[in-house]
């Protein structure tokens, strides 16, 4: 598919293999199935609703693709920096959702989508950079991190963007030019992180100047006019820019206090890392012990040295990013693993599986070392999946907040804001009533950069801290401050505020007017 562009560049040597790197199909694909089943098993037994929050938004986003809800602004946010501008960065993974909403379940049909679709390219990757026992790093990218199985199961286009840059690796390998700049275009309107597409592909030219493969950086010039070009084509470009420069330059920056939108944004403890990340760290660690040890002596059986440089040096940045800020886990994962295989195959062919077993059956010592490196790397696979299922398992239900959003809808009149205690209950609110507008949402930095003083109100009434208000200040706060007539607060997060709107002076300017699952509608009064 990718022989048909016409720009190239010399793609790197490929490792000397006196026999050709045969995939073992049936292998392949019944390991193939088996990973598709677990992530299936996630989608479709084990989870009771959406990963995190952001998964009902994407939904809501899908179910609105076409009908103007793209930009300029954003209503159902008003009081946040989206209320003044506003562009899906995720237009086309909309509308490729869009098109999964209309079988039931779809949401998840597509999760399972993307991950098939992730398994062929990377198998095809491994097989062109000449990786032998591709079955067994599949299951190792799939099951060697908790985070990053995690990741893949959200309903949200994370896993779409690993699987873009994956392609983009592949043209660069290749030296696809044409591709490179194809999929450079087509980044931007399917997810906003396109910086990493910049990082990848310009890391990429500069291990190869300094190698002095190259003169010009020909494919970080395709890739930037690729952006540049993916960003006009979006409905709303301007917005598309604003909205960044709303992301990384004014949201992103002020008070260290402000909440940010989830997890994802936080930095990684170290232990923590470890932890989500052990098999993977073991399996990055062997590979760096060994391209340091190949780099020392000449050695015709691997890769053209500068791509090694490249997966190491990327598997690394991408390791600093990720303790930075946990949302760039999935890309340290792939480069980790791509680094591992490539500096690993040469031992790998040179070890036939039949001589593996031969050895075990002959030397005892061999058979008890192979025995106890496959019980770690299965009790280290199975512990990250019981974890992924545990979170799952937990998460809320996904039809929680429909009958309080619909109630809602039916009686709190068009675009009337709704008060929402707690910046997540946006999105399932969002997707169940779009006939509301609502105080914040998707990253409650949002409302702090641009109404620092109400953030603070909402934050007030957020972290549950009304044990000395009177009645009366939540109604000034609620009523005259944001010009809510409903509030809904969740039981199992906010006790004192419950305490303060049921009490009998609670009563005199609140009145509860709809309870299911846990989420309760007070209307002002």
């Known amino acids: 598919m990718m022989s048909a562009s016409p720009l190239r560049e010399a793609a790197p040597a490929r490792p000397a293999d006196p026999a050709p790197v045969h995939l073992g199909r049936f292998s392949l694909v019944s390991t193939a199935i088996a990973l598709t089943a677990v992530v299936a098993s996630v989608q479709f037994v084990v989870a009771r609703g959406f990963g995190d929050p952001d998964g009902y938004y994407h939904v809501a986003m899908a179910e ?7 930009g300029p602004v954003f209503p159902w946010l008003p009081y946040t920096l989206l209320g003044e501008h506003f562009s899906d960065q995720h237009f086309l993974y909309h509308g490729l959702l869009n098109l999964f909403l209309r079988v039931p379940r779809g949401a998840q049909w597509s999760v399972v989508a993307v991950f098939v ?3 062929v390219v990377l198998a095809r990757l491994l097989r062109d950079m000449g990786v032998p026992r591709v079955p067994l790093w599949l299951a190792v990218f799939t099951l060697g991190s908790s985070e990053l199985l995690f990741r ?16 983009v690796v592949a043209a660069l390998y290749r030296g696809r030019l044409g591709w490179i700049f194809c999929l450079s275009v087509l ?16 890391v990429w030219e500069l291990v190869r100047m300094v190698y002095r493969a190259s003169r010009f950086p020909s494919a970080t010039g395709l890739c930037v006019l690729g952006l540049g070009l993916g960003i006009a084509l979006h409905p709303h470009p301007w917005e598309y820019l604003l909205y960044l420069h709303g992301q990384l330059l004014v949201a992103s920056v002020g008070s260290p206090e402000v909440m940010n939108a989830g997890i994802e944004w936080r930095p990684y403890g170290l232990a923590a890392f470890v932890k989500t990340n052990m098999l993977m760290l073991v399996v990055w660690a062997i590979g760096i012990v060994v391209f340091i040890a190949a780099g020392t002596r000449r050695d015709e059986d691997r890769l053209t040295p500068w791509v090694g440089t490249w997966l190491f040096v990327m598997s690394g940045v991408l390791c600093a990013c990720a303790l930075a800020s ?12 791509l680094m591992s295989a490539s500096v690993l195959a040469p031992s790998m062919r040179g070890v036939p599986v039949r001589a593996v077993w031969a050895g075990a059956r002959t030397r005892r010592s061999a058979a008890v070392r192979g025995v106890v490196i496959v019980g770690v790397a299965v009790f280290l696979a199975g512990w990250n999946l019981d974890t992924v299922f545990a979170h799952y398992s937990a998460t809320p239900r996904y039809d929680m907040f429909q009958g309080a959003s619909q109630w809602l809808g039916s009686h709190a009149g068009a675009k009337q804001i709704v008060f929402n205690t707690q910046w997540e209950q946006f999105p399932s609110l969002f997707l169940w009533n779009r006939n509301s507008a609502y105080i914040a949402g998707l990253d409650s930095r949002f409302l702090s950069a641009r109404d620092p003083r109400r953030y603070w109100l909402w934050r007030q009434v957020a972290d549950d801290r009304v044990m000395t208000m009177p009645p009366q200040e939540l109604r000034r706060i609620v009523r005259d401050e944001f010009g809510a007539r409903f509030m809904v607060v969740e039981l199992g997060r906010s006790p004192r505020l419950l305490e303060l709107l049921d009490s ?10 709809f309870d299911d699952r846990g ?6 009064q």
């Open 64 to 70: 609105l693709f076409g009908q103007g809800a793209s």
């Open 117 to 119: 679709a992730m398994l």
């Open 152 to 167: 893949m199961n959200l309903v949200r286009p994370s896993l779409l963007g690993v699987l873009l840059v994956t392609m």
């Open 187 to 202: 980044f931007p309107l399917v997810y906003g992180g396109f910086i990493v597409l910049l990082l990848v592909v310009g």
């Open 326 to 337: 946990r949302r760039f886990v999935e890309y340290w994962a792939l480069f980790a693993l």
């Open 504 to 513: 009998p002076e609670g009563k005199q300017h609140f009145e509860k007017v």
């Open 519 to 524: 989420v309760t509608v007070y209307r002002v």
